[in-house]
């Protein structure tokens, strides 16, 4: 007996709920990239106007989900003071609108156990909530760094140099607003050749970062600092492909080309001398491969280093391109198990066109 309403169309059902499906999976895994805004606890109105609006930008990058510790205030908050988290929470919601705040914004709780009594610390909850049970003050920190894609500091005093450190130890890409003052000013200061190289900034970039004054700027200064501190942080947390080769001056010249493919297809390239990372090398190695999008790997001067790198990236189930700059026919020149793989050779043109094809693959999957 047909159903109220005509029959059912089983199939059509099955496709519209498979396509709402992967609909909604799409939207869940559009913001998979964790900011976490960390700083100062007692910022004037200036400052945490700007934080506002640069949560709100960044917020932008639908890839972009904001995470801070929830603080609130406490007893050392003055009236008109605020903390970097109420901050990034008020450009939160203004980019919200009045929609749940999960998908954007994340609050990292101590242990309240943990938490700094003394000060009466009060915190909010806010978004997705979680706390850190069982951690001392210093883990919780760790943690925060660890989970962070990329980190952005604000003024901050004492803690907030204890994350840029960690940052700097575990090879998280961090950006301390200079102009906010406090830890951030000093981090920038004293690591800047660092922050430029780890974070690719251009020389113009650079210098609007420098000379950018948050007490003298004008709304059209203001609006091109938080533009470019925006860029920042999504090119960082954007595709990123290692190049494995030997820390050699003389091999600049062919970085340089392959970072101009690397970034004219959308990956940010990352070299372990040119980005200066700390901590023991072969740990952020396997970081770096377990994390990156693609690997290239110059293999042209067989250096003991970079075929290591290159077990490394097998052992994780990556398949890298390899470059052979010298002739083709002295291929078997390189160990046999690097022979059966993907390897580009030829002119630097060539090589060029190779990690083009190459990306583009890593890009859609393939």
């Not at 640069?54 to 009236?79: K, P, V, Y």
């Not at 250096?303 to 390899?322: C, D, I, Q, T």
Request: one cysteine or more; a neutral charge.
């Amino acid at each position: 007996m047909p159903m109220p309403g005509g029959p059912i169309d089983v199939l059509g059902y099955l496709r519209r709920a498979e396509s709402a499906t992967r609909m909604g999976l799409a939207r869940f895994n559009m913001r998979n990239k964790r900011v976490l805004v960390y700083g100062g606890t007692r910022l004037d109105k200036q400052v945490s106007t700007f934080v506002i609006e640069q949560a709100c930008q960044l917020l932008g990058n639908e890839s972009i989900r904001l995470m801070t510790g929830g603080f609130e205030r406490s007893a050392l908050t003055g009236n008109d003071e605020m903390s970097t988290d109420h901050a990034a929470l008020e450009g939160a919601r203004r980019f919200a609108r009045g929609a749940p705040l999960d998908e954007y914004f994340e609050t990292w709780l101590p242990d309240p156990t943990k938490d700094r009594a003394a000060e009466q610390v009060e915190r909010f909850r806010a978004g997705k909530t979680e706390e850190m049970r069982g951690l001392s003050a210093q883990a919780r920190r760790m943690k925060l760094v660890q989970l962070a894609d990329a980190i952005v500091t604000v003024s901050g005093h004492i803690q907030t140099s204890l994350v840029l450190e960690l940052a700097l130890s575990m090879a998280r890409p961090a950006l301390p607003l200079s102009f906010t003052g406090g830890d951030s000013a000093d981090h920038w200061r004293d690591n800047h050749s660092y922050y430029v190289a780890r974070l690719g900034l251009s020389d113009g970039e650079t210098r609007l970062l420098d000379a950018f004054d948050l007490k003298t700027a004008e709304a059209a200064a203001m609006q091109a600092c938080i533009a470019a501190i925006a860029t920042t942080i999504s090119r960082v947390i954007s595709r990123t492909c290692l190049v494995l080769m030997p820390f050699q001056k003389e091999l600049d010249p062919q970085y340089e080309t392959l970072t101009a493919v690397i970034r004219a297809e959308g990956y940010h390239p990352i070299r372990l001398d040119r980005d200066l990372y700390a901590g023991d090398v072969r740990e952020t190695v396997v970081r770096l491969l377990r994390d990156c999008d693609a690997v290239v790997a110059d293999v042209s001067t067989r250096s003991p280093n970079v075929m290591y790198e290159v077990g490394l990236a097998h052992a994780f189930g990556r398949k890298p391109l390899l470059l052979w700059r010298e002739r083709a026919d002295a291929l078997e020149e390189l160990p046999f198990y690097l022979r059966p793989q993907r390897i580009a050779t030829g002119s630097e043109s060539a090589l060029a066109e190779a990690l083009k094809t190459y990306l583009a693959e890593a890009r859609s999957g393939r």
